[in-house]
């Protein structure tokens, strides 16, 4: 398996709050990228990154930004969370844009 | 219309049966993507295709380009295979990911 981590798995926050989720990487591959899963809608790509400080955004970057600091680490956050916010995310990471991707284990963000 | 149409939703079959998913798509792509998303959340690559076929161990993953298609096979399915199953194309326009829904597959002991 790619050594891909997210930390924090599981976070609850309060509606307001500003909250960030961090997705390393051992495998210094290039490309990464934040998704959303929800129930109906499958994954959805929020921002990725095709090298340190390069970012762009994705279908659902709304209430979201990014930074990408060093290869290994790509850091999600959201502002100011809303309930509709509540998700899975997955960080993913491959070696060529958009191609073969391997994924974290996801975090789980309640918004209450 | 989606422009990645996975079928069946959802398939409900016996131990040891013969598994087929397919994956449909109307845009021009460089490659598909099938991936494996087992309860609990983590998901897995199994394919990256752009032409003909490919085998890891009871799967095997096709493509046929001219008819916008791709099948996801499973032999000798087992309980273990139960998971959702993801196609994602991978578009030649802008190099985009476009993802299915998703196949929910059961395999029942």
């Known amino acids: 398996d790619a050594g891909i981590t997210q930390s924090p798995r599981h976070k609850v926050t309060e509606t307001g709050t500003p909250v960030t989720l961090r997705c390393h990487q051992t495998?210094?591959?290039?490309?990464m990228y934040w998704y959303r899963q929800d129930p109906g809608h499958g994954l959805r790509l929020i921002h990725y990154s095709y090298g340190v400080k390069d970012t762009d955004k994705g279908e659902v970057s709304d209430g979201y930004s990014v930074s990408r600091s060093k290869t290994e680490d790509f850091l999600l956050t959201l502002e100011s969370a809303t309930s509709s916010q509540t998700s899975v995310y997955f960080c993913?990471?491959?070696?060529?844009?958009?191609?073969?991707?391997?994924f974290g284990p996801g975090t789980r963000l309640t918004v209450t | 219309k989606n422009e990645v149409e996975q079928s069946p939703q959802n398939l409900t079959a016996q131990e040891g049966e013969f598994i087929t998913i397919n994956c449909s798509y109307s845009?021009?792509?460089?490659?598909l993507h099938w991936l494996q998303q087992h309860p609990g959340g983590g998901i897995v690559s199994l394919f990256m295709?752009?032409?003909?076929?490919k085998k890891h161990g009871r799967l095997i993953a096709t493509i046929n380009i001219q008819e916008k298609h791709s099948s996801l096979h499973i032999t000798a399915s087992h309980p273990r295979d139960s998971a959702v199953y993801i196609c994602?194309?991978?578009?030649?326009?802008?190099?985009?990911?476009?993802w299915g829904a998703g196949t929910k597959l059961i395999i029942k002991p």
């Open positions: 994602a194309v991978l578009m030649d326009s802008n190099y985009q990911l476009i």
């Open positions: 295709l752009s032409s003909g076929k």
């Open positions: 495998e210094n591959h290039r490309y």
């Open positions: 993913a990471i491959s070696e060529q844009g958009f191609y073969e991707q391997y």
């Open positions: 845009v021009g792509i460089s490659a």
